[in-house]
Structures are given as structure tokens and as C-alpha cells.
């Protein structure tokens, strides 16, 4: 099956820091997101972003399908931030399957 | 909208013991979905509804079963429960089965002693 690697495992950041966190893929992909885990537990999404750049306030995000990479930029880092960030991607086997599989994270520890 | 709400958010289960977790979305998804997430790794796929109707084996089935009883919700059983089911569990929706954007439940925290 598909990989999906995620760099780095870990990070630790001063508050107003930037970060960018990698998203390794072994095949092609027609479906791609990210998702930020809070301390609670909750998966909130970030970004669908199968192709193409997207930018959503501090934070902004780039999939380079025919690379097999997609990048998420945090820019100005809060605490709030903290949390493990999840790479997930969908196989493109042409229409027989789409489900998406998951990286092991990367988690993140904004300190003040 | 409530979006993806799952029930319960915590059980514990001695071995042995059945239970069902449920899932319900209103945003009129076609497709549903079950993850379970361990420590240090990613969400890992269950089973899956692509549409009302359907239901198929992902990643991990063993030792579980799921129904979806109509569109909105999507359930998942464990029949016998085992120590090695104590895991975090995930329902997902998404509006189909591919190219689009899944959206996740509050998750389930199961222990089974």
C-alpha cells in the first residue's frame, strides 16, 4: 500500500517561531489533507489540498502531486498551536478505491 | 450542524463484554467511515460505508462489525472485546468516496480491562 511519511516526528518551538512540516508520499494521490490533533483529542481539519498552494491565516499549505510532497507552514506560532499534525492521502487507483491513510504525525509543542 | 457526533466519548469494557459505538452526521454524506487510533501512530481504517447500503473491511477488521443503518448514521460493534481493542475511535463522513474532504467525530475513548 501507500506510504505516508511525515518529518518531523517532533518539534519544539518558541512562541512567534516559524515551522514547516513535511508530508512524504510513495504513489500517486488524488485526495490529500491535513488535520491538526488538539490536546483534547479533536481532529480538525486544516487543509484539503490534493494539488496547488492554500493559505488560511498563519497558516498555509503546498502539495506538489508530482513530487509526492506536501508542506504546511506555520508562521508566528502560539501555543494554541500545539498538538500533533496529520498528513492523510487518498490513492489514485483510477476510481476503484479512496480511503485515506494516515501519517504518524508530527507533533508540535509551542512553548511561551 | 452538529457535523460528526459520536456516543459515547468514553467506555470501559471488562474482556468479554459486547458494546456499539454510534456515529450520526448531518451533512448529508454518502460515505462514512471507522478509524481506531493507538499511541505514537496515525488513524488506521476499520471498515467503511461508501454508500447507504455498503459496508467493506479496511486496514484492521478483526474482531469488530459495523452497520449502517441509513444514511445518517453508522455504527460499529465489538463483539467480544478485547485488551488489545483499547484504542481512541474515530467516525468520519465525507460527501463521497473519493476526492473529498472527510470530516471527523470528537472520537471514542475506549479501555478494556
Known amino acids: 500500500g501507500i506510504q505516508v511519511e511525515q518529518s518531523p516526528p517532533d518539534l519544539i518551538l518558541q512562541e512567534g517561531a516559524n515551522s514547516t512540516l513535511r508530508c512524504n508520499f510513495s504513489?500517486?494521490?488524488?485526495?490529500l489533507q491535513w488535520f491538526h490533533q488538539n490536546p483534547w483529542g479533536q481532529l480538525i481539519n486544516l487543509f484539503y489540498?490534493?494539488?496547488g498552494t492554500k493559505q488560511n491565516g498563519r497558516l498555509s499549505a503546498t502539495t506538489v502531486a508530482t513530487e509526492r510532497y506536501s508542506l504546511l507552514y506555520i508562521s508566528s506560532s502560539q501555543t494554541t498551536d500545539s498538538g500533533v499534525y496529520f498528513c492523510?492521502?487518498?490513492?489514485?487507483?483510477?476510481?476503484?478505491?479512496?480511503?485515506?491513510?494516515f501519517g504518524k504525525g508530527t507533533k508540535l509543542s509551542v512553548k511561551p | 450542524n452538529a457535523g460528526v457526533t459520536q456516543t459515547p466519548k468514553f467506555q470501559v469494557l471488562k474482556t468479554g463484554q459486547s458494546m456499539t459505538l454510534q456515529c450520526a452526521q448531518d451533512?448529508?454524506?454518502?460515505?462514512m467511515y471507522w478509524y481506531r487510533q493507538d499511541p505514537g501512530m496515525g488513524l488506521r481504517l476499520i471498515y467503511y460505508?461508501?454508500?447507504?447500503?455498503?459496508?467493506d473491511k479496511g486496514e484492521v477488521p478483526n474482531g469488530y462489525n459495523v452497520s449502517r443503518l441509513n444514511k445518517r448514521e453508522f455504527s460499529l460493534r465489538l463483539e467480544s472485546a478485547a485488551p488489545s481493542q483499547t484504542s481512541v475511535y474515530f467516525c468520519?463522513?465525507?460527501?463521497?468516496?473519493?476526492?473529498?474532504?472527510?470530516?471527523f467525530g470528537q472520537g471514542t475513548r475506549l479501555t478494556v480491562v
Open positions: 468520519a463522513s465525507s460527501p463521497t468516496r473519493m476526492n473529498t474532504e472527510a470530516f
Open positions: 504513489d500517486s494521490v488524488n485526495n
Open positions: 489540498i490534493p494539488s
Open positions: 492523510a492521502v487518498e490513492r489514485d487507483y483510477g476510481g476503484s478505491q479512496g480511503n485515506l491513510i
Open positions: 451533512m448529508n454524506h454518502n460515505s
Open positions: 460505508s461508501a454508500s447507504e447500503g455498503t459496508t
